[in-house]
């Protein structure tokens, strides 16, 4: 396959670019080897592909959010979860207090608020934190197709300083959008954000997305075409927070982003891609990801509203 020569290629034209910084709110991210660099794809008929620093593993952190939003939607169903989170971009920042005046419910999944919440809701209702947090583990592993691990000294790390994502929960408590403890929901987010992936991992997790739920390496349904839909709606208009519209028009894929520097794109029908490079913009989203990204729509015409 040309696949491979096709993604060193894209990852040496990025390569000299160091514009960015990698994220500095705890020393694990902060001290990151910041010229990494990887990219992985997955086809919806199951191969895999990658480049570059393809073994490094990295925290998923915020690419978590639509697939644990997946899993509440497959869980709880659609009503119950959009009665607690919203669908709309929020055009903040993704910590951002960005909250409905009145009810409280915070405006997408894809945000820290909204992601706090799916959180709550992912597992049956009856579920213990602990269980809830086994059945999220489970599920990411799942659209991965191994079995995923926390990185525990980022966990940690990352709760000590999670003062603005306590405050989130506090407010999502006050308005009853979470019922619970929200030190307890935030521990639960947090190690939601602390699994351990790679660019492989990644490129897997995005193609079931693309392949109707259904994980194109193991075969496994992992979630519903419907929620699938969803999933990739609230991507597509949320997923790269306040640079959002500007990835739509110039990438044109639903994708997400974290803050370690990974980057997912799923093609509906093709394919998923992963990318990762810790250097962060000014939103929070890998500068050379979304580089990377930008080439492979010019290259390979994956726009969604390129007539083809
Ligand atoms: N764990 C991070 C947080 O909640 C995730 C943020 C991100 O990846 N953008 O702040």
Same mark, same amino acid.
């Given at each position: 396959?040309?696949?491979?020569?096709?993604?060193?290629?894209?990852?040496?034209?990025?390569?000299?670019?160091?514009?960015?910084?990698?994220?500095?709110?705890?020393?694990?991210?902060?001290?990151?080897?910041?010229?990494?660099?990887?990219?992985?794809?997955?086809?919806?008929?199951?191969?895999?592909?990658?480049?570059?620093?393809?073994?490094?593993?990295?925290?998923?952190?915020?690419?978590?959010?639509?697939? /644990?939003? @997946?899993?509440? *939607? &497959?869980? #709880? %169903?659609?009503?119950? =979860?959009?009665?607690?989170?919203? !669908?709309?971009?929020?055009?903040?920042?993704?910590?951002?207090?960005?909250?409905?005046?009145?009810?409280?419910?915070?405006?997408?999944?894809?945000?820290?608020?909204?992601?706090?919440?799916?959180?709550?809701?992912?597992?049956?209702?009856?579920?213990?934190?602990?269980?809830?947090?086994?059945?999220?583990?489970?599920?990411?592993?799942?659209?991965?197709?191994?079995?995923?691990?926390?990185?525990?000294?980022?966990?940690?790390?990352?709760?000590?300083?999670?003062?603005?994502?306590?405050?989130?929960?506090?407010?999502?408590?006050?308005?009853?959008?979470?019922?619970?403890?929200?030190?307890?929901?935030?521990?639960?987010?947090?190690?939601?954000?602390?699994?351990?992936?790679?660019?492989?991992?990644?490129? /897997?997790? @995005?193609?079931? *997305? &693309?392949? #109707? %739920?259904?994980?194109? =390496?193991?075969?496994?349904?992992? !979630?519903?075409?419907?929620?699938?839909?969803?999933?990739?709606?609230?991507?597509?208009?949320?997923?790269?927070?306040?640079?959002?519209?500007?990835?739509?028009?110039?990438?044109?894929?639903?994708?997400?982003?974290?803050?370690?520097?990974?980057?997912?794109?799923?093609?509906?029908?093709?394919?998923?891609?992963?990318?990762?490079?810790?250097?962060?913009?000014?939103?929070?989203?890998?500068?050379?990801?979304?580089?990377?990204?930008?080439?492979?729509?010019?290259?390979?015409?994956?726009?969604?509203?390129?007539?083809?």
């Amino acid at each position: 396959s040309p696949i491979p020569d096709y993604l060193a290629e894209a990852l040496r034209s990025v390569e000299a670019d160091q514009s960015g910084a990698t994220a500095d709110y705890i020393p694990e991210l902060a001290d990151a080897d910041p010229d990494l660099l990887a990219a992985g794809l997955c086809t919806v008929d199951g191969h895999v592909y990658s480049a570059g620093d393809a073994g490094v593993e990295f925290s998923i952190q915020s690419i978590s959010k639509p697939f /644990v939003c @997946a899993l509440a *939607l &497959a869980d #709880r %169903g659609f009503d119950a =979860v959009l009665e607690k989170v919203g !669908v709309e971009p929020s055009g903040d920042a993704f910590n951002e207090i960005s909250l409905e005046p009145g009810s409280g419910r915070p405006l997408n999944p894809m945000i820290n608020a909204g992601a706090i919440t799916t959180h709550t809701l992912a597992g049956p209702e009856e579920a213990t934190p602990e269980a809830r947090v086994e059945r999220i583990i489970d599920g990411l592993s799942a659209f991965a197709g191994r079995r995923l691990q926390v990185d525990e000294s980022v966990y940690h790390s990352e709760l000590s300083h999670a003062y603005r994502n306590r405050a989130l929960a506090n407010m999502l408590r006050a308005h009853d959008i979470i019922g619970e403890d929200p030190l307890v929901a935030v521990a639960g987010y947090t190690r939601q954000c602390s699994l351990l992936v790679n660019v492989d991992d990644l490129a /897997v997790m @995005a193609a079931t *997305l &693309a392949n #109707r %739920g259904i994980n194109p =390496v193991t075969g496994a349904p992992v !979630v519903s075409a419907k929620v699938v839909r969803q999933t990739l709606s609230v991507m597509a208009t949320c997923g790269m927070y306040d640079g959002a519209g500007d990835w739509m028009t110039r990438v044109g894929v639903p994708a997400k982003s974290g803050v370690a520097g990974g980057l997912i794109g799923a093609l509906p029908g093709q394919a998923g891609i992963a990318t990762f490079s810790p250097r962060l913009d000014r939103h929070g989203n890998s500068v050379r990801g979304v580089e990377l990204f930008e080439r492979f729509t010019a290259d390979m015409g994956m726009h969604l509203m390129e007539v083809p």
